[in-house]
């Protein structure tokens, strides 16, 4: 009787039967050209080289030529994963334009509390998808001139805050100190969009939980004392960005930081 195979065996059985199945379905187009006489200036053939796995191949090569299919192939991005399946997320969400406030604490007082700055982050969505360059532009310039000089700041606290009016693209959850905070910061963003705030729109969850409350924890063999959550601090804007379905990154509208170089707008 012969000893069944380990783990390592075990994968790479998996991986020639397998895996090798959605390589060469992926590469079908190629399935004329032997392995070994594939075009190595050419990169298609280069990357059905690098997928398909063979019987002699170590370990380290096995993990390498699955973790090259999942991320530059095709067939594992047939159905996008947003945390839940996309068709899912598509009926849930029209994925119009966002623009993400951010905001933080300085460096001075995270210090002082002897923690990592506290950061906050306020987005809504633009209704209309039709954005032009100079309506960008636009936007970016009137945050600079309604958050970044001064930068606009508010406390952020314990009690949770809810906007909502989906119908002009907002839904707002703020933890802020008080009332006063929590409309300080909504009526902002709401006049970069020059919309009337509403206060019947306005709720608030108090939680009776004592977020003082932290004890320690045990790491690699030290105790460290865990931090509060929910911290109380005075957060600062610190840049904004827009996302839009189809570009590969967020365009920066505007920073204060100097980490954004290509922002549209900068403060520094």
Known sequence: MTNPPNDVELLQQFCLRFMNKEVKE?????????????????????????????????????????????????????????????????????LKPQVSLHFIEKQSEANTANRRPVQAMVSYRIVDENLSQSEVNALALKIKNDFATPKLHFKKGRTKFSYRDKTKGYEFILACFDENNAEKVIKAVLGLNNHTYDEELLTDTESRKNWNVTGTQTILGKTYKKQVKRPIADVYFSHAELKIEGLPKPRILCDTTGRFPEALQKTY
């Open 26 to 94: 992926h590469f079908k187009d190629l399935d004329n050209i032997a392995d070994d006489s594939l075009d190595l200036t050419n990169s298609r053939h280069v990357a059905k080289r690098v997928c398909i796995h063979k019987d002699n191949d170590p370990i380290t090569l096995t993990v390498a030529r699955m973790l090259a299919f999942f991320f530059a192939c095709e067939s594992f991005q047939a159905q996008p994963i947003y945390g839940i399946p996309v068709t899912t997320f598509h009926e849930s969400n029209y």
